[in-house]
């Protein structure tokens, strides 16, 4: 099956930086999402985005099928945007495999 | 106006005893999911279910049913508790449609087995 593997594994940003996570799966996929696990455990979804590019405000993600990768860009960071980050991929079947997860501190 | 629903929030049970967490959702999702987070945070698909019939089933102690008694509800049971079931178990939902498997998660069930 799919191998997900998301990197870097921790980080930590003072208020206002960028920064870029990424996610490589081993095999083509047909979905891939990201997710923001807050400090309260809430799944928050912020992008379905099997290929191409979406922004959504200071929040964005590009999916390269054809080099089994994906990132996502957070600018101008907060200390709201701390948690856990997420990728999930799935190869055309209802079965998500789940990265490891970044864990993202933001320090005011 | 929640979309992705879960009873109870809290889960604090003895070993042995059996019991169960519901799931509803009303965004007129067909598939549901159940999912396994474990204490290092690690994410695992346990079962889902597409119009009420099952279509996942991953290596789960057969101690743990689900049952779907409609598209808006999937329910998970667990008999005989033990230990090591001691996670946050999270339902979801999809719609079914082929290309787009956008999921939405409910707020998670925190089981603790002592």
């Known amino acids: 099956g799919i191998q997900v593997e998301q990197s870097p594994p921790d980080l930590i940003l003072q208020e206002g930086a960028n920064s870029t996570l990424r996610c490589n799966f081993s095999?083509?996929?047909?979905?891939l999402q990201w997710f923001h696990q807050n400090p309260w455990g809430q799944l928050i979804n912020l992008f379905y985005?099997?290929?191409g590019t979406k922004q959504n405000g200071r929040l964005s993600a590009t999916t390269v099928a054809t080099e089994r990768y994906s990132l996502l860009y957070i600018s101008s960071s907060q200390t709201t945007d701390s948690g856990v980050y997420f990728c999930?991929?799935?190869?055309?079947?209802?079965?998500?495999?789940f990265g490891t997860g970044t864990r993202l501190k933001v320090l005011a | 106006d929640t979309a992705v629903s879960q009873t109870p929030k809290y889960l604090v049970t003895q070993m042995g005893n059996d019991k169960s967490i519901k799931c509803e959702q009303n965004?007129?999702?067909?598939?549901m999911y159940w999912y396994k987070q474990d204490s290092k945070k690690f994410l695992k698909i346990m079962f889902s279910?597409?119009?009420?019939?099952?279509?996942i089933n991953e290596t789960v102690p057969n101690r743990f049913s689900p049952k779907s008694p409609d598209k808006a509800h999937l329910n998970l049971h667990i008999n005989s508790l033990e230990l090591g079931d001691s996670a946050v178990y999270f339902c979801?939902?999809?719609?079914?449609?082929?290309?787009?498997?956008?999921?939405?998660f409910g707020p998670g069930t925190r089981l603790t087995v002592t």
């Open positions: 979801a939902s999809s719609q079914a449609l082929a290309g787009y498997l956008k999921q939405y």
């Open positions: 095999d083509s996929v047909n979905n």
């Open positions: 985005i099997p290929s």
């Open positions: 999930a991929a799935s190869s055309g079947t209802y079965k998500y495999i």
């Open positions: 965004l007129g999702h067909d598939t």
């Open positions: 279910y597409n119009n009420k019939e099952l279509i």
